[in-house]
């Protein structure tokens, strides 16, 4: 931001911090208010599973993932926000198991009152994040708002038999996770002048990083189930997955990489309101072991921005795959397992 006079982005959100989606039971209550959707036999995932994209059969061996995603700042810098937008939404058609093709812009952005450079830099952020994914950006649409807003309309391709849904997982199955959580948490802190600059860096890091290369790595693998991790936090889609699949989902708490320090924030008071509400939302559908105090329930709960993929691959190919992701620079972990009992609800031990 050399070039222009610095602002804090993220003081100019109402809701800044994490980037959180309307939760759950919100959105699900306005949803049935809705008429039901014509069955369609193309439409190979819809809003049944709460997945993190649509997906449309064009013929035998082609189909298109679609998705959309934008949020309010969650950094100060213009373009790693750009970044964080775009590879979180990118991120849903990874989750897919898709290849994103295209790409529209979605800006709302205070035109008379913030330099218009800002806006350059938060748009050259996300191109160059494209560009890293192989997608093409196609256009966009842009308003004219109080409160700057950010994000991509993408539109990916996968085969029709390898669509990874969140409705996939299988008792037996190893779960994989491909990112730390704590974003929420972090990014809180930000907005609050709480992290230092190597810790800002730290989390950008983390939200920047596409899930291309963790996606491409498990697509040849034995995996039943996918999702990314991302406003509704590692419990609540794993919560997801169990209920699409009929599964119980047992997770070890010391297996769950965490960044740096997200306890100490979290105890000083840096909880965003998202992660609390989606504690309070999981009520009755995880059970926590005795030794896991309310710090670290909220910090498994923690609403994640551009958070990583929640892999559910089949017992026997769960250490390759976990390796090769590692050889690769991955911060990937096996945090728990697929379980035939319980279905529908996750079993948080101290470790597994």
Aim: glycine share 10%.
């Amino acid at each position: 931001m050399s070039e222009f006079e610095p602002v804090r982005l993220t003081s100019l959100s109402s809701k800044g911090g994490c980037g959180c989606k309307i939760g759950p039971a919100d959105l699900s209550q306005v949803l049935r208010q809705l008429p039901a959707a014509e069955p369609n036999p193309n439409l190979l995932v819809g809003l049944d599973t709460s997945d993190d994209a649509g997906v449309y059969r064009l013929s035998d061996d082609l189909a298109l993932v679609q998705t959309v995603d934008f949020f309010t700042p969650i950094v100060d810098d213009p373009y790693s926000f750009g970044q964080v937008a775009a590879a979180n939404a990118l991120s849903d058609v990874y989750a897919m198991g898709g290849k994103p093709l295209t790409v529209l812009n979605i800006v709302a952005f205070p035109i008379s009152k913030l330099d218009k450079r800002i806006l350059a830099e938060i748009l050259r952020g996300a191109a160059d994040k494209v560009k890293e994914a192989g997608a093409t950006l196609v256009g966009g649409h842009s308003i004219d708002d109080n409160e700057p807003k950010f994000g991509l309309s993408v539109t990916g391709l996968v085969h029709p038999a390898r669509v990874k849904t969140n409705a996939g997982a299988r008792p037996g199955d190893k779960l994989i996770l491909t990112k730390p959580i704590g974003v929420g948490i972090m990014t809180t802190s930000i907005k609050k002048g709480a992290l230092s600059p190597e810790e800002i860096q730290r989390v950008t890091a983390v939200m920047t990083t596409l899930n291309k290369k963790a996606a491409e790595i498990m697509e040849p693998y034995d995996v039943h189930g996918a999702t990314d991790v991302t406003g509704f936090g590692l419990l609540g889609h794993a919560s997801e997955m169990a209920k699409g699949s009929g599964v119980g989902i047992r997770i070890g708490r010391r297996q769950v990489p965490v960044l740096p320090h997200v306890r100490e924030l979290a105890e000083a008071g840096f909880v965003p309101g998202g992660t609390k509400n989606n504690y309070a939302h999981l009520e009755g559908s995880v059970t926590f072991a005795p030794s896991l105090d309310q710090i670290e329930q909220w910090i498994l709960c923690d609403a994640v921005t551009s958070g990583g993929l929640l892999i559910s691959v089949a017992a026997d190919k769960a250490d390759a795959l976990l390796g090769d992701l590692l050889k690769a620079g991955v911060e990937a972990a096996m945090i728990g397992e697929v379980v035939a009992d319980h279905p529908g609800q996750i079993e948080v031990l101290d470790s597994i």
